[in-house]
């Protein structure tokens, strides 16, 4: 199955398990790969056969505004739920990362996987 593919998206979010987190704005930067077929957008060059990784990122963004975790875990959940159900993805792959989080670590986060993966017997050979 083909993919989509959204990588280093910034997002600004409150987040944290700490007191001092809820009072600021942190970033975190996301990596989504999304699981669909591209074959018909592309024989017909049209946007609305397709994923719209523009409008996607949009409401990463909204989401990130709407919410406030205190882990990223529940992040990462939350938003491939609302993502899967608002643009019927059958499958994606989430990386959550929270920069500067540890000191000593360039980025800390969590890498999920939800829905079906598609077969590969619905792929070319
Ligand atoms: N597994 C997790 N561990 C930690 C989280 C988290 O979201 N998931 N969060 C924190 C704090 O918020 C941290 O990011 C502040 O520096 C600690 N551990």
Redesign the pocket.
């Known amino acids: 199955m083909d993919r989509i593919l959204i990588e280093a998206l910034d997002v600004d979010t409150i987040?944290?398990?700490?007191g001092w987190?809820r009072t600021i704005t942190q970033a975190l930067q996301l990596d989504l790969e999304l699981a669909t077929d591209i074959r018909s957008a592309a024989a017909t060059d049209d946007l609305r056969l397709t994923l719209d990784y523009a409008a996607i990122c949009q409401r990463i963004q909204a989401f990130a505004d709407a919410h406030q975790f205190?882990?990223?875990?529940t992040f990462a959940e939350r938003l491939a739920e609302c993502l899967r159900n608002e643009f019927s993805i059958a499958w994606l792959r989430l990386t959550v990362r929270?920069p500067g989080?540890?000191a000593r670590a360039k980025s800390?986060g969590?890498m999920i996987t939800r829905g079906v993966r598609p077969s590969r017997e619905q792929e070319p050979s």
């Open positions: 987040i944290g398990v700490y987190e205190a882990l990223v875990e929270k989080a540890v800390v969590i």
